[in-house]
């Protein structure tokens, strides 16, 4: 019997399944950790629904994350859509007895011209949704994978058309449920806040200056974000019987109520329809990677929406990701390239999560102590512009807060 071509088709298919990897979940992660696998030549297995194109939030995205969209062909399409955030304020609305005073962040302190873009979800996931589908190296089912087969050298997807994908890397892109990371045994430490985000959009009679503010409250925050024009965005976080009281307010109402909060520092305010409900929560996964599967966006973090950090994050996982996947080429699914994944994620992903839950906390306590630190912490940042000017660093790329300061020490 000649074994040469049987040799030879066995080589092919090791070939083609060390080259391929499977990204589970067509959120915005999915969609992005897709594009950048496949523009890191790996082909890809995309598995998911169609993109949600209802999606009436909007998505404050930080410069790296923008230059990780503009190498992937998708930030010229959508950057007419979006509008520059060139200054950040915090402004404590607690009412409490310790209250802090504005603190104000300027793009320009530290030489940017814009901290980043906030653009609508429709037109993101509709511009990532469209270069997916003009990317020859991706192939999209949309299905959803039914059951996981971890074995030690490869995942296999089982889907709910009947059919079956596998490869050595399975990318979980599938949001804060995960099943590709229940199926890799990786447990998660989950805590419900006892709140909800609010979240529309509104016009206002006076310019943004393409400024946002977030005023914190004794629920959470209440986060106003430019939009191109006189339009924002807004992300109220309240008790969540509160936010189904807002909701079924009347346009004219709720617009009254939002211009009282933001003391009418936007003139008149006028609410848009479309009003979306989000039930907080955090979650904390144990590990970020193992059998055969690597964590990204929701799936590796969930934290309550302040500060403007989720999908920069998740932006950052893929980034990380690509970056082991590239050095481990002959099997980026292998236990060290996982290994190295995890060890590469796991400060990022922990100081973030801890700082955006414990700024929750302290707005949600009635402790002294907590409002005496949040204070503290603002007023120091207020009235220290190097520290400011670390933090805004810090909070674009993580690590570059810290090259400016040795930088500057040096000199
Ligand atoms: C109110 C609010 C405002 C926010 N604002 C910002 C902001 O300004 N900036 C920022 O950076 N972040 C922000 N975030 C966070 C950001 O929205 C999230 O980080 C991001 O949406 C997470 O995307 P994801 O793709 O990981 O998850 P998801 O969007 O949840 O996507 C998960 C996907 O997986 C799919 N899926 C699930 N199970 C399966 C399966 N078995 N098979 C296949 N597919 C499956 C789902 O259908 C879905 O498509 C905000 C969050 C909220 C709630």
Known sequence: ?????????NLAQSQELDQRVIVAGTGPVGLIA???????????????????IQDGRTTALMNPALAMLDRLGVLKPLAHKAAPLKVMRIVDATGRLIRSPVVTFRASEIDEHRFGLNMPNTVLNQT??????????IEWRKSLVSSWRLEADRAIAALSDGHEVESRLAVAADGRLSQARQAAGIAVSTRPYPQAALVLNFTHTSDHAFTSTEFHTETGPFTQVPLPGKRSSLVWVVKPETAQELTALDNETLSMRI?????????????????????LS????????????????EA???????????LNLGIRDIDDLIGVAQQNRADPGSANALAAYDFKRRPDILARSSAV??????LLSDMLPAQMARSAGLDVLRAFAPLRAFFMR????????????TGALRK
Do not use: C
Not at 2 to 7: H, Q, R
Not at 34 to 52: C, E, K
Not at 394 to 405: K, M, N
């Open 1 to 9: 019997m000649d074994t040469e071509p049987f040799l030879m088709s």
């Open 34 to 52: 897709a594009l950048a696998f496949a523009d890191a030549g790996f082909r890809v297995s995309l598995i998911g629904p169609a993109a949600n």
């Open 128 to 137: 990532l949704a469209d270069t997916v589908a003009a990317q020859p190296a």
């Open 259 to 279: 211009e009282k909060k933001m003391q009418s520092m936007l003139g008149r305010v006028t609410v848009e329809s479309g009003r979306q409900i989000y039930p």
């Open 282 to 297: 955090a979650a904390t996964p144990w590990r970020f990677a193992h059998n055969r599967v690597a964590l990204v966006g």
């Open 300 to 310: 590796a973090h969930v934290f309550p929406p302040i500060g403007a950090q989720g």
């Open 357 to 362: 839950n414990l700024l929750n906390m302290t």
């Open 394 to 405: 810090e909070g674009l790329r993580p690590g570059s807060g810290f090259s400016a300061v």
